[in-house]
Structures are given as C-alpha cells and as structure tokens.
C-alpha cells in the first residue's frame, strides 16, 4: 500500500473515495446495494484528485463526502481526504457519474430515490 517512503500508493485515495461514498449513502438512509437491487447503478465517468500532501504508513486518515450537484442523470460526489489526527487537508476531489441501468445504458433516477441525491421533483 505503500512505497519506499513509506507514502501511500496514489490510487489508494480513489479506494478511500468510494469508501466515502458507501458511508455517504447509509448516512442518507440507503445502502447502494439496495439501489443495484432496484436496477440503478452509478457509472463513474469522471474522477479528479489533487493531491497536497501525502499519507503514511500508519496515519490514521478521515473522509469526508458531500454531493456537490445531483439531476436525475448525472451525480457529483466531492471528497476531503485529511489526517485525522491533525486535521490536514492531504487530498480533495471529486468523482462524477452516471445513473445507468443493469445494461450499463444511461438511465434516469427513479424519484424514490430524489430526496437521498437533494434532487428537488420539479
């Protein structure tokens, strides 16, 4: 998980993203399980990590995950990776997806599911 250096191997923070992410969802109420279960899944189509310092071996690591912009296509998840025990900002970012259905085909949210995303039912 590391290198040499003892740093945190890159394409970790995409881990601790999706991690964030599954938390998000059960803080909301639901498990993303259940939602694949209804025929909705999420299709990452765009991810972004601006790395400011790094994580290390044995540092305890916190996550935090807002949805920054919600439709009945398309969500915006942004993430804070920070050290927990000082509280320094190491890496944000954002994930984008898509709603697709289980053929992995664009598809709209269902609207039980509106109020979980801060999708208004205009």
């Known amino acids: 998980e590391t290198d040499q250096m003892g740093v945190i191997y890159?394409?970790?923070y995409?881990?601790?993203?999706?991690?964030?992410?599954?938390?998000?969802?059960?803080?909301?109420?639901?498990?993303y399980k259940d939602m694949e279960k209804d025929g909705v899944f999420l299709a990452v189509?765009?991810?972004?990590?601006?790395y400011l310092f790094p994580a290390r071996y044995?540092?305890?690591?916190s996550v935090?995950?807002?949805?920054?912009?919600?439709?009945?296509?398309?969500?915006?998840f942004d993430y804070e990776i920070r050290n927990a025990d000082n509280g320094k900002l190491l890496t944000s970012g954002f994930t984008r997806h898509i709603f697709c259905n289980p053929e992995m085909?664009?598809?709209?949210?269902?609207t039980r599911y509106y109020s979980l995303f801060d999708i208004s039912q205009r």
Not at 26 to 31: C, Q, Y
Not at 45 to 50: D, K, Q, Y
Not at 58 to 61: A, L, N, T, V
């Open 10 to 12: 890159h394409a970790n």
């Open 14 to 31: 995409l881990v601790w993203m999706e991690m964030g992410r599954t938390e998000l969802c059960k803080a909301r109420g639901f498990n």
């Open 45 to 50: 189509v765009e991810v972004n990590c601006r």
């Open 58 to 61: 044995d540092d305890h690591i």
């Open 64 to 76: 935090t995950t807002t949805i920054h912009e919600a439709n009945k296509r398309l969500v915006r």
């Open 105 to 110: 085909q664009p598809a709209s949210l269902p």
